[in-house]
């Protein structure tokens, strides 16, 4: 069934550069279809899921949080004004919505809902938690995110007072949204864990809220959280307080932190797991081929991107030509053959194929050595330096991992043989790496971007600016800027598209990132295990999951 309002938003989507990607705008109450689909096959069989997740949320405050292990979390226990299914946004705390004819403000109409306390879900959760993440004070990483909001960038970079920024609650249940430019994306922008709500009456009493499992951590999603052992197991159950829990079957999800491959994969051969490997954890790359030989193992692209990060300030990584040297000298075909060995795509660009076709080709050779000899020349040139052997070690950073520390190993060995660079590796666990990242203590560090919402924007605007929330490269270029700024003002989609294919000429020219591959999820299931909700962008859901 179409929306009321369908007429009008297929109308925005001619503003989008992927009309496909949006489709049409499906109401939240829609998965009641779901009941005749499990509704009886459920009914005698134990409702608990078990995942991995590998390793500690980096946070569980969707203003904080900035990573996929805390997505995985949050997507389950918080819901937006709206949610991704099928690839394409539905009403969720939002019951309707209406826009204005120069499309830049939005009115959204709450549903009756409550925080997993009982307190009822209003407007002003969301003006307070969006507005939360914009106040410099709090240092949110994804910020960005809320850019497109009036005066959500001036009010980040104390320009303006957060009065100014153009979210208000109207009344309990109206919240009004006022954006810098039409945005054609704005209702999959509404589902990401930013735009989430938070409970203001008990955040505004406890700041602390987020840090673990209690009666102040609240949540308005189908999931509720009843135990945080940190470092070890996640307890969620379901949430009885949500708007919609006649339709979600699972009881109970436990999501254990163990951070070997090896050993998830046997856990879920021992019945220990319903489910191993991505989104949430990772299968072995040895154990894939057998895996698919057998027909067990799910294979999906995805709209996200491998890619180790230049800190463009730290010697030697600050000579343009350093940086497309070592770029150009990697093997990316055979670190996927090899390594992954999970049908990734080698990666010449930022933008995945998934957004930009063209992009399976890229903007330069695979395991162009001659080129990144010459290049490693004119750097040491650059930097008065007569020889290779007069450049000091380069330090390569990954999260502990088994298979960064294998693409580590491989690329290492790569630019010793083929540029005779020295390279020494070094790993820390996740939120000690993440910290490093953000603080500029890296020459070279590994980082995954999946993509937020399904435009090319997404990938680009990470290097938009050099203090940017997630860009830890310290790289800035005005044209580069100005070009993603006049794209999002941009009403034809051929000409947008141009702008960004500039943008992303630039990007991969003076090389901030050197891109490895471009990802596809990899995972088992157990094969009564039906109904969970897999997007292109790589993130999961779970609230229409069920065994039969």
């Not at 009115?107 to 306390?117: C, E, G, Y």
Request: glycine share 6%; aromatic share 12%; net charge neutral.
């Amino acid at each position: 069934m179409k929306k009321r309002l369908s007429v009008l938003f297929s109308l925005m989507l001619v503003l989008s550069l992927f009309l496909s990607a949006c489709g049409g705008f499906q109401k939240g109450d829609e998965s009641a279809g779901e009941k005749g689909k499990s509704g009886d096959k459920a009914a005698n069989v134990p409702q608990e899921l078990h995942i991995n997740i590998k390793t500690e949320p980096f946070s569980l405050n969707p203003g904080l949080a900035n990573d996929s292990v805390s997505s995985n979390v949050l997507n389950q226990t918080f819901e937006g004004l709206t949610r991704i299914k099928n690839g394409k946004p539905e009403l969720a705390m939002a019951e309707s919505y209406e826009v204005s004819k120069d499309l830049k403000t939005y009115t959204f109409k709450l549903r009756d809902a409550k925080w997993s306390n009982g307190d009822p879900v209003t407007a002003k959760d969301f003006e307070y938690a969006w507005k939360w993440a914009l106040d410099p004070k709090n240092q949110s990483q994804y910020a960005y995110q809320l850019y497109y909001i009036k005066n959500g960038q001036a009010f980040n970079e104390g320009k303006a007072k957060a009065e100014d920024v153009g979210v208000k609650a109207i009344d309990d249940k109206t919240l009004q949204v006022t954006l810098e430019n039409p945005t054609p994306y704005f209702l999959e922008l509404t589902a990401f864990y930013t735009y989430f709500p938070v409970n203001s009456k008990i955040a505004q009493k406890n700041p602390k809220w987020y840090t673990n499992a209690g009666p102040d951590y609240t949540s308005n999603g189908p999931f509720k959280m009843v135990s945080w052992e940190h470092n070890n197991k996640i307890v969620l159950e379901k949430n009885e307080n949500y708007w919609d829990a006649k339709n979600v079957k699972l009881t109970k999800i436990e999501m254990v932190m163990v951070n070997d491959t090896n050993t998830e994969l046997s856990m879920f051969d021992n019945g220990e797991l319903d489910w191993a490997g991505m989104p949430t954890g990772q299968l072995p790359p040895d154990s894939l081929p057998k895996l698919k030989e057998e027909g067990k193992l799910h294979v999906q692209p995805i709209a996200g991107v491998y890619w180790y990060k230049f800190n463009t300030e730290k010697p030697p990584l600050n000579n343009v030509n350093i940086r497309k040297a070592l770029a150009y000298a990697i093997d990316r075909k055979a670190i996927v053959e090899n390594v992954t060995k999970g049908e990734q795509i080698p990666a010449m660009a930022a933008v995945p194929p998934t957004m930009f076709p063209e992009n399976k080709k890229g903007y330069f050779k695979d395991n162009d050595v001659k080129k990144a000899k010459e290049y490693l020349k004119k750097g040491l040139q650059e930097l008065g330096l007569k020889d290779v052997k007069d450049l000091p070690p380069i330090t390569l950073s990954f999260n502990t991992d088994d298979q960064h520390v294998k693409i580590a190993q491989a690329i290492q060995d790569m630019w010793k043989k083929n540029l005779g660079v020295e390279v020494k590796l070094e790993n820390a666990e996740w939120a000690v790496y993440i910290d490093k990242l953000h603080s500029g203590d890296y020459q070279i560090g590994r980082m995954g971007w999946l993509g937020d919402f399904n435009d090319p924007i997404n990938f680009l605007e990470l290097f938009r600016d050099k203090k940017g929330g997630n860009n830890d490269t310290n790289w800035e270029n005005p044209k580069y800027k100005q070009l993603l700024i006049d794209s999002q003002k941009e009403k034809d989609p051929e000409k947008r598209k141009e702008m960004l294919k500039q943008a992303e000429a630039i990007l991969m020219d003076e090389m901030p990132i050197a891109p490895i591959y471009f990802y596809t999820n990899t995972w088992v299931q157990k094969d009564n295990l039906k109904g969970v909700e897999m997007s292109g962008l790589g993130d999961v859901q779970f609230k229409w999951a069920y065994f039969e």
